[in-house]
């Protein structure tokens, strides 16, 4: 039986938690603040997947409420291939699509929902698209698509939102394009919407160079899963990675090395359903590894895609900034 002082807890915890939530539902950067991931990337099409990107393309969701009725802005930074963030290979010599679904099918299809670019991933409707080179306008500059009507997206009920959908996909060449997402009320400034989100299923990204940044990834978990099994690509055996939930306390996970998938199975609890993992990366100080990009993906025990959300649904399971790795 749990005694008064440790309910006064449990209920002040809840309540920070409960508050977080709230409070994050005001983000709508990609990669989120509290993922600390410098860029997304995606290489060119020609590349070598050694270089940490699996399949050459990256696909995101933007979750609208229904009750807002404003126009909506996907802002891009840094679309080129071609400048200070971007991957060299040799010359630059990519180009990097960028196309933004709505309508029937842009998330509810099936093949929507594996994270892999086959089959009918790309369902929906186009509503706009861009392919980039090396273009000096947009080296660490925003480029902004739209103005998009909340209802060009499709509606799910299950969000009680609408969502739109961008894929990045690496058209040509071999270079690796860094770049980064924000969902927008205004065509010129980062300006979030209140209740909104993103998330992907399939997460390609790049890690700090200093080991001192710890980036941490946030997939949830519903009420139907039992078990996820957690694969990460190409983590060059760049130190620790470690799960964390709302119940337990961190435990290490196996990492890939050079250009290879590693997996590793983790039960879910009843306690942890319908919250938030933390998947922390932790670098090794030494030999520091550069230009680190690492793929992962989480799936449950129907091998269905479990989504990667940008502001953490239920918030933060647990601090993640203070973890020490001996």
Known sequence: MMNGSSQMKRNILTGIVLFTALFHTWSQA????????????TFGANAETSWGD???SQTFFFVIPKDFTSPVYIRVYDPDCGGAIDELKGVFDT?????????VGCYTDEDVQTGQPQGNYKAGNILATRTFGVDPRYDQKWFTFGPFNPTEGEYVEQFKSYIIKIIAEGVSGDDGNLYRYFLSTSPDENKPIEGANAFTFEYCFRLWDDPKQISVIYPYIDDRTINVRESNFDWDDDGYILITSVLRKSQPLPVSNEDNWV???FKIFDKEHNTSLAISMIKKSSPVVRNNNVVMHIRNQYNEALKFYSSPIGGIPK???GIGVR
């Open 30 to 41: 990609v990669p989120g603040k509290d993922e600390n991931i410098p860029y997304l990337v």
């Open 54 to 56: 699996d399949d050459f």
């Open 95 to 103: 180009r990097t699509s960028f196309t933004v679904y709505g309508g």
């Open 263 to 265: 997996e590793s199975d």
């Open 319 to 321: 601090p993640i900034y």
